[in-house]
């Protein structure tokens, strides 16, 4: 389709580390393309998982129309952080790379309409996007609730001294729902980056939220009214989501799911870079055999997928393997979530509530069980909660907690209360019907989309 008369656009674009941020990127760029823009794709080198650069591979093989350049990461000089997350570390080495961008982006033919940075790079990119006068878009890779604490954050005094973080034009948001290292007094990577990027982000073009009006409203309206900074002006905010899931080829054969039911299993992961202790993992375990449900169910010792080598039976013990393998199907840290949700099987998702994981629940219309374990995922389930299509036991804590077990009698009591609760699975249908309208023809998220598009052509 398209004006022949009409110039395309040329975006370029630059994701961050981890499957959480990529993610949300491959669908934008999937999106973009059949849009007939012209995309480059920007890959930072190496990615921190294996999980990314199979994504990367399939995303290139998928659209050979998209132009691929690398970023080749520069080593640090300082590893003393090299302690901390690997993923936040990754953020850092992409960060303190930012400056061999300016002769790529500068050698791009056609010139650049836009670049679009993930939300961890704004601060070391808009100076050199300036620099060159390309217009610079932010992603921010999770809800607008979370982008008003990101732009905000840096003018709050002392976060830690009350019992609610309040930011002007929101619901003031309880100190027990804030990413943890941001309240600590040290400085470390996911606090650095935050602040400096929240900071700069008012100086970008515009801010992508992979979101839409229904479930995010309150939060949308306040940073496009300007209210979250107090009256000082705020880029553009556009919610562009739920970005539709991308389908690569079938990747894993799921036969075990085929077998089962429609509606009737469980399926329970923490995403791509949690891990759960040891003891909290046969705790769940037993939680998920008492519970009398059928299960599948992702596990994960290391955060790093190339790192996981412990075998299953040894995570969790021959005891209980043995239980297992009677009601569910256990998977070492990768199954194709997007083939699995999708699944008629499938009838309950038990989640760390991952912006993406949420995304794409909501998106198949599937009602959640929500046990954040660190970051954003707090805000996330308070959202989910909200819209009535899931169920947040909030005296679990942060699943991250190393010293908080939940009992697996708990869990599987939880279990069965979620799982016969008719409401949410109701409430998840007409929800799901609503991401999908925010997205297709009309839709908020689709027109948003367009003017932008159409804002490139110009
Ligand atoms: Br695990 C897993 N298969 O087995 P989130 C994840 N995913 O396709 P996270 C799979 O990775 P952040 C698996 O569908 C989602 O798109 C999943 O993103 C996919 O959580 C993505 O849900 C994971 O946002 O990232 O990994 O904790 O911390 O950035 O939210």
């Given at each position: 389709s398209g004006n022949d008369l009409e110039p395309t656009p040329h975006i370029a674009l630059l994701p961050s580390a981890g499957m959480g941020h990529l993610t949300p990127f491959i669908r934008l760029v999937a999106l973009l393309t059949s849009n007939n823009v012209k995309v480059t794709f920007i890959t930072p080198h190496p990615t921190v998982s294996i999980s990314e650069s199979e994504g990367f591979s399939q995303l290139f093989s998928t659209f050979p129309q998209i132009t691929r350049m690398q970023l080749h990461l520069l080593p640090l000089?300082?590893?003393?952080?090299?302690?901390?997350d690997p993923f936040y570390y990754h953020f850092e080495l992409i960060r303190r790379s930012s400056h061999l961008l300016s002769p790529l982006l500068a050698s791009l033919s056609p010139p650049l309409s836009a670049l679009v940075t993930d939300m961890s790079l704004t601060s070391t990119v808009i100076p050199i996007t300036d620099a060159l006068q390309i217009p610079n878009y932010i992603f921010f890779t999770s809800s607008a609730k979370m982008l008003s604490l990101f732009i905000s954050f840096h003018t709050l005094?002392?976060?830690?001294?009350?019992d609610f973080v309040e930011i002007s034009g929101i619901e003031p948001i309880p100190r027990?729902?804030?990413?943890p290292p941001l309240l600590e007094d040290t400085n470390n990577l996911m606090k650095i980056y935050f602040t400096e990027s929240g900071k700069k982000m008012k100086e970008s073009s515009g801010i992508l939220v992979n979101?839409?009006?229904?479930?995010d409203g309150e939060s949308l309206a306040a940073l496009n009214k300007g209210l979250v900074l107090k009256g000082l002006p705020l880029p553009p905010v556009i919610a562009i989501g739920p970005l539709p899931p991308f389908k690569f080829e079938k990747s894993q054969p799921l036969a075990w799911l085929d077998d089962q039911q429609a509606e009737s299993v469980l399926y329970v992961s923490f995403g791509s870079r949690t891990t759960i202790s040891r003891e909290q993992i046969r705790e769940l375990g037993h939680g998920l055999v008492r519970s009398g449900k059928r299960f599948l169910w992702v596990i994960k010792d290391k955060k790093v997928d190339q790192e996981d080598e412990v075998e299953l039976v040894d995570l969790i013990g021959h005891g209980l393997m043995g239980k297992v393998k009677e009601r569910g199907m256990v998977v070492k840290n990768w199954l194709n979530q997007e083939e699995v949700l999708s699944?008629?099987?499938?009838?309950?998702f038990l989640s760390h509530c991952g912006w993406n994981s949420i995304t794409e629940a909501l998106w198949h219309g599937v009602p959640m069980l929500l046990w954040p374990q660190h970051g954003d995922q707090k805000i996330n389930a308070d959202l989910v909660e909200r819209i009535g299509v899931g169920m947040w036991v909030k005296n679990w804590g942060w699943g991250g907690d190393p010293i908080v077990v939940v009992k697996g009698k708990e869990i599987a009591e939880t279990v069965v209360k979620m799982t016969g609760n008719e409401f949410l699975r109701e409430r998840s249908a007409q929800v799901r019907d609503e991401a999908r309208m925010a997205v297709g023809e009309g839709g908020s998220s689709h027109e948003r989309l367009n003017d932008l598009i159409d804002s490139w052509k110009s």
């Open positions: 000089e300082d590893s003393s952080s090299k302690s901390e005094v002392d976060p830690k001294a009350k027990s729902w804030i990413p979101t839409y009006e229904s479930i699944h008629p099987a499938v009838g309950w």
